[in-house]
């Protein structure tokens, strides 16, 4: 079974920290993403990977950046950590040319205070 | 752009009772359509999806959906729900041909199933 992994499942961080979430998946999937998912919208995309240190914008990349060094971690980072970023953070992999099945770790949830 | 509209927020339904959750969406040229469903407390995953070819996509656990081009629409549809069919379901399309399986998602639907 493919297993994408999120290192933080609840984090807690005040207003103005610098916050990494940390996404690792086993399959050798090339494509990777970041999602935030808020009530009453859905999943949203914030940044997706396609390749080593490739990155892309997605939907609302306003206010993260991500890093991919190695093919199966995929970081991302909030610079400044504002209330508004109070979320669920959904990671998820794919095998290029897989036709969106996407395989989803179980989130890490981000208050900030 | 691509959207995708899901109308119903928040379904409630008997064990037994059929199943219809809406899906449209926006795009113009070859798409891709997948419905996903998140168990509380569980990661998404992938219920059924259409690519080509017979618009009756069976997936697993007894759903359906139907892609009807002429509306844009990709209704889900189970006929006899169950207790342990609680969860949110997404729709989700992925527009054109590339490799890269950037999905838009929808805003979700949870469906309640009393016994």
């Known amino acids: 079974d493919v297993k994408v992994t999120q290192s933080s499942r609840y984090l807690v961080k005040r207003t103005g920290e610098k916050v990494f979430l940390e996404c690792v998946q086993d399959m050798d999937h090339e494509n990777m993403f970041w999602y935030r998912q808020d009530p009453g919208l859905g999943l949203r995309l914030i940044y997706f990977?396609?390749?080593?240190?490739?990155?892309e914008k997605g939907d609302i990349p306003e206010g993260y950046s991500v890093s991919r060094e190695k093919k199966e971690r995929f970081s991302l980072i909030l610079e400044s950590a504002s209330t508004n970023q109070t979320s669920m953070y959904l990671c998820?992999?794919?095998?290029?040319?897989?036709?969106?099945?996407?395989?989803f770790g179980e989130g890490s949830r981000l208050t900030v205070l | 752009a691509q959207s995708v509209s899901q109308h119903n927020h928040h379904v409630i339904l008997s064990e037994a009772a059929s199943l219809e959750l809406g899906c449209n969406y926006s795009?113009?040229?070859?798409?891709?359509l997948f419905w996903y469903v998140q168990y509380p407390g569980q990661h998404l995953q992938l219920l059924l999806k259409?690519?080509?070819?017979?618009?009756l996509v069976k997936g697993i656990k007894g759903f359906e959906a139907e892609f009807i081009k002429s509306k844009f629409s990709f209704n889900l549809r189970k006929p006899s729900v169950q207790w342990s069919d609680t969860a949110e379901y997404f729709c989700?399309?992925?527009?054109?041909?590339?490799?890269?399986?950037?999905?838009?998602f929808g805003a979700g639907t949870r469906l309640a199933v009393h016994p």
């Open positions: 998820a992999s794919s095998l290029r040319g897989a036709a969106g099945e996407l395989f």
């Open positions: 259409y690519f080509s070819g017979d618009p």
């Open positions: 989700a399309v992925k527009g054109g041909l590339d490799g890269y399986n950037k999905l838009i």
């Open positions: 795009y113009g040229g070859t798409v891709n």
């Open positions: 990977s396609y390749d080593v240190k490739m990155k």
